[in-house]
């Protein structure tokens, strides 16, 4: 973990050269480029979603294409297609811009639901498959998907099972009174994204991947992690609660949030930081508890308050000596 969080820190500084006052959200699309996951950027225009996502890919020197989304736009634009070439009487691959190592999917909510499936094979599995032909994805892989929550007019919400397939949402929201004093002094001549270095190797990255998997996560904090799952489809608001998959996605994303602060382990800390950016979207809110205004965070915050956090081993161990002992 000595070696996580020099780099994750070049990479934090280095981004925050161009996106001023939102370190947590920088550090949590950082955390799914660790977990190999995808982020939803959630919020109105003009907060930096574009732009954060360019500063990643040009801090960690990866591909990056930037994929409009449109009613008009076809699958085969995202994946690609295969033309039929006369001088060699055979059809060529044509890649779509989905085949680079970040992809963000700008108002991914304006595409129509055939479009927007056409990512979920990618998302999941890594790979394409264009007419019976399977492609696998530039490692690393990561898609990070915008869309602007007030504004529903011509747009296709996304359905549970492609929300799902997202490890993270994210909200930046609007910069404080001297973050965006200082946005303005640093735009006065030029963009601060131009000059802006790459800061760490692909290689490196794909190597940092494989370290997290190494940080420790306690059997008490398994059973935390479930029992917040769980808790979540018990929930008197809740019509479906978190799947499997978050689960999995809470457990991982603790394993490279602790990392970041250059711990070999995972705390009680780390899952309530992630509970809500990574189980808020999976939830969906009963249509009474949505006449009241009840939002995914408010329940995963009822949810923290009520779900115990877990003790320390040593307390419990003693316990169990001290009852064998009454029982002798």
Not at 74 to 102: H, K, W
Not at 250 to 256: F, K, S
Request: proline fraction near 6%; charged fraction near 25%; aromatic fraction near 6%.
């Amino acid at each position: 973990m000595d070696t996580i969080k020099p780099i994750a820190d070049r990479v934090i500084h280095n981004v925050e050269q161009v996106i001023i006052g939102k370190r947590q959200a920088i550090e949590l699309v950082l955390v799914a480029l660790l977990c190999k996951g995808h982020v939803l950027l959630e919020d109105v225009p003009g907060t930096g979603k574009t732009v954060l996502a360019k500063s990643i890919a040009r801090s960690v020197g990866c591909k990056f294409k930037r994929i409009q989304f449109t009613p008009d736009l076809l699958p085969a634009d995202v994946t690609g297609i295969s033309i039929y070439n006369q001088q060699t009487c055979a059809f060529e691959f044509r890649p779509g811009p989905v085949m680079a190592q970040i992809v963000l999917a700008d108002e991914i909510n304006r595409a129509t639901p055939k479009t927007q499936s056409a990512l979920l094979e990618a998302m999941e599995e890594h790979q394409i498959t264009v007419d019976g032909t399977t492609y696998a994805l530039p490692a690393p892989f990561i898609v990070l998907a915008t869309q602007n929550p007030i504004e529903y007019e011509g747009t296709y919400p996304l359905p549970e099972a492609q929300l799902d397939r997202f490890l993270l949402r994210i909200h930046l929201g609007y910069p404080d009174k001297f973050d965006e004093i200082a946005i303005l002094k640093r735009q006065r001549q030029a963009h601060p994204l131009d000059a802006l270095d790459t800061v760490v190797d692909v290689d490196d990255l794909l190597q940092l991947q494989e370290v997290i998997k190494a940080v420790h996560v306690d059997d008490l904090i398994e059973e935390y992690i479930v029992a917040l799952a769980t808790a979540t489809r018990h929930h008197e608001d809740v019509y479906l609660g978190a799947s499997t998959r978050g689960t999995l996605a809470l457990y991982r994303t603790a394993q490279a949030w602790a990392a970041l602060r250059g711990r070999d382990y995972v705390i009680p800390d780390d899952i309530k930081t992630l509970a809500s950016p990574v189980l808020g979207h999976r939830l969906i809110i009963n249509p009474a508890a949505r006449v009241r205004n009840m939002l995914a965070d408010d329940v995963i915050g009822d949810i923290l308050g009520a779900v115990p956090v877990p003790g320390a081993r040593a307390g419990r161990r003693y316990d169990r000596e001290a009852a064998s002992v009454g029982q002798r």
